[in-house]
């Protein structure tokens, strides 16, 4: 018999092992419905409790119907600006922010919101932001998803997509500068992730093994553009191998998965092990925003999933099957659900639009202030 080689015999006595290079695929991922033809649930042998399974249930409810409540408040006009849906992939969000620490910081995208609420932003913030409202969190100076609370470790996105890749990587280097131990979650899109910004981002991270996750929400579109005519790679987390990292696969419709995976690349990261890509399977079943009809996606592919493997229907399986809850106690949680979305949007609805002359706040320094505005600013 051949004498085996040792594994790492070219290695240089004392040289550092780099993490990652090998592509690491969850076999939890099983991109087609099941053979057997039952209706899909999630994966067992979770480390979660009964009750951390319910708040995760909670959240996804919460999530679904507050997105279901703006679009109300947006057929009504009340809404300023584009309204953008999460539909169909609630669980990426709401799995991955769940192995968060408080103290950990995120940066989530126009599909996140659910990963907003887990890191404890209110309903009524939401509502209130949307319809620019003086109470709102922006105080009506932007709109939508622009918002954020740095002393919450919330980092609001900007629209340049791509982008908050460096900018938690910048966060991130700077909290290990000050010695704190917080790892960093951000999210991009499977368009976004053909940016120059998140390669840079993703690069710089990698390299000075700062404990960054990135959550790549492969969802099918980008846009009207389905994700094979912007990307040639089958997966987007085989471009872990370009930077070094571990990178994983996991399907954004199960909300378990999702949790695990996360939890898994996170105590990775804060061992001081370096970044992890993981790419979450989905679906993006509305248009890019409430505008958009969607005439671009051929026949049946949205029926399809939602049919298939919507994220709420299949956690509900799990939770009834493993009988974690009955149905009654789901319908319960949503009911409560409802009384704070009706709570919250009232209380939305009842705050004032803000002063004109707020806009000049909290913009720029306020020392310098435009001359239109100058007398009523300085009499206050
Ligand atoms: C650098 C940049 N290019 C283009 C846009 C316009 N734009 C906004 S969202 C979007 C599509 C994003 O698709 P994806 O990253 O897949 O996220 P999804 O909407 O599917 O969640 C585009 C092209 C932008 N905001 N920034
Ligand atoms: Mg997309």
Request: overall charge neutral; some cysteine.
């Amino acid at each position: 018999m051949a004498e085996q080689k040792p594994r790492n015999g070219n290695k240089k006595p004392g040289s550092r092992r780099r993490p990652g290079f090998q592509m690491r695929i969850s076999t939890r991922y099983a991109p087609r419905k099941p053979a057997n033809g039952q209706a899909r649930s999630c994966i067992t042998g979770s480390s979660l409790t009964e009750e951390q399974l319910l708040e995760l249930y909670r959240y996804l409810k919460l999530t679904r119907l507050v997105e279901e409540r703006i679009v109300n408040l947006y057929r009504q006009t009340k809404v300023v600006g584009g309204v953008y849906r999460s539909l169909g992939q609630e669980a990426t969000a709401v799995g991955s922010a769940y192995a968060l620490r408080p103290d950990d910081f995120i940066t989530p995208i126009i599909r996140d919101l659910g990963a907003v609420f887990v890191k404890g932003i209110r309903p009524r913030e939401i509502f209130a932001q949307y319809m620019a409202k003086a109470w709102g969190p922006s105080g009506g100076k932007d709109l939508n998803v622009h918002f954020g609370y740095l002393d919450r470790g919330f980092i609001g996105p900007i629209s340049h997509l791509g982008d908050m890749i460096p900018v938690m990587t910048g966060i991130l280097l700077a909290a290990r500068m000050q010695k704190k131990d917080i790892v960093g979650l951000a999210y991009i899109g499977d368009g976004g992730a053909s940016t120059g910004a998140f390669y840079e981002g993703m690069n710089f991270a990698a390299v000075q093994r700062l404990p960054l996750i990135v959550i790549a929400e492969y969802n099918h579109y980008a846009y009207s553009t389905p994700t094979n005519l912007q990307t040639a790679v089958r997966n987007l987390a085989e471009r872990a191998a370009a930077f070094g990292i571990p990178g994983h696969i996991v399907d954004g419709n199960d909300v378990i998965a999702c949790y695990e995976v996360t939890k898994q690349a996170i105590d990775y990261a804060r061992k001081g092990r370096g970044a992890v890509l993981i790419e979450a399977k989905t679906y993006r079943r509305k248009g890019h925003a409430e505008h958009d009809d969607q005439r671009y996606v051929p026949e049946g592919e949205v029926e399809y999933w939602e049919k298939h493997n919507d994220p709420i229907d299949r956690f509900e399986k799990y939770l009834l099957d493993q009988k974690v809850a009955t149905r009654e106690k789901l319908e319960e949680i949503t009911a409560d659900v409802m009384r704070e979305i009706n709570e919250d949007s009232e209380w939305a609805e009842s705050s004032p639009m803000p002063e004109p002359e707020g806009a000049a706040y909290g913009v720029f320094d306020n020392a310098i202030v435009a001359p239109a505005l100058r007398p009523k600013i300085l009499e206050s």
